[in-house]
């Protein structure tokens, strides 16, 4: 983690580099995530032990299930539901979700374990959006590192990741 540190820079949104996945194989895709460390932003203010879980639906379109705890893994249980799609005419690793009626955001699947799905790297169209996920409440410190790497490679700031509690 510390060489991760070495090379953090924060670049302006149009020096990032938001390169999505070239291939996602949705089936694998699916599942239990547990979100390791985020940018901090109002939707998951004071949320821990959050959690993804995505459910491939007959009609192609993927049930998002995201919840957590308000404040602590003791305190009140939180859930919401969307739904997410293939974003049109983009490459695979770039969905957009929707928990508020039609309004959808981009979901860019940045960083993908292309073997075992074992973890990911989420992104939007904005700086403001960053997620690490983990299918297990823990990662491997290789693994975690890999991604540190990344994100200061790809221009984000470290420094900024929320670093969730997890069970």
């Known amino acids: 983690m510390a060489t991760a540190l070495l090379f953090n820079s924060c670049k302006s949104t149009d020096e990032l580099d938001m390169t999505t996945v070239k291939q996602l194989d949705v089936n694998k895709y699916m599942g239990q995530w547990y979100e390791i460390a985020r940018y901090q932003h109002h939707f998951e203010k004071d949320l821990e032990g959050v959690q993804a879980h995505y459910t491939l639906m007959d009609d192609g379109m993927i049930r ?32 957009e979700v929707s928990f508020f009626w039609i309004f959808y955001s981009d979901y860019k699947i940045l960083e ?46 470290i420094d900024a990741l929320y670093w969730v509690n997890q069970p």
């Open 64 to 95: 998002v299930k995201n919840s957590g705890y308000k404040d602590s893994l003791g305190g009140k249980y939180k859930e919401i539901i969307g739904k997410a799609r293939k974003k049109s005419g983009e490459s695979a690793g770039n969905l």
């Open 112 to 157: 993908l374990d292309s073997v075992n799905y074992s973890y990911a790297l989420i992104g939007s169209d904005s700086d403001k959006y960053l997620w690490i996920l983990s299918r297990t409440p823990k990662m491997k410190p290789d693994d975690l590192d890999y991604l540190l790497s990344r994100i200061a490679d790809r221009g984000y700031d």
